[in-house]
């Protein structure tokens, strides 16, 4: 898709995600060559078929093309007609998913809190190096395997492409700690 740099915040296009978004902010990204230099945060109204959904998503703005007159239209008309949604898709808020780096951790439930105490000593946003330091210093890493059958646990440190470390150009990230690992059947 070609770019089109004249697209705006609360314009409605569509993307590399199916169905119709509306751009709810506009990032540079920094230091990422996945991405151009202009990613769009968007929010999703609805489907293809014109069904209402919620999603909040980020893409490429290259990937963004403003929709016709006639699809503007349909839109406009649903929430004149469906007031509820309309405050819905104004009200919702993410949530936003990053790019994550992810891990199964195999501890106990009391060694759950000494360790996400530590990784609460990171700072807001920290660098992977910052990370890995805390993760050899404190013995966690020898916890940490990309998957296993018997870990309770879950470990991600997340990303956006706009989140970056502007002096060394390298990704900043966050992390909610360990959590317990979703049950599958």
Known sequence: MGSERDIQIGDWVTCYYAGYWQIVEIKHSLG???????????????????????????????????????????????????????????AYDGPLIGIAKGWVVDVSDEEVKIYNDKIKTLPKYFSIGQFNRLAEETGLRKHMYPSSKKAKYLLTVMTYPWLTDEKNKSPLYFSEGIVKKPQTK
């Open 32 to 90: 990422n060559s996945q991405f151009s230099d202009l990613l769009a945060i968007v929010k999703k109204g609805f489907t293809p078929s014109m069904k209402f959904g919620l999603s909040l998503k980020f893409c490429d703005i290259d990937w963004c093309k403003k929709i016709s007159g006639s699809e503007f239209y349909s839109i406009e008309n649903y929430f004149k007609e469906n007031p509820d949604k309309k405050r819905a898709f104004d």
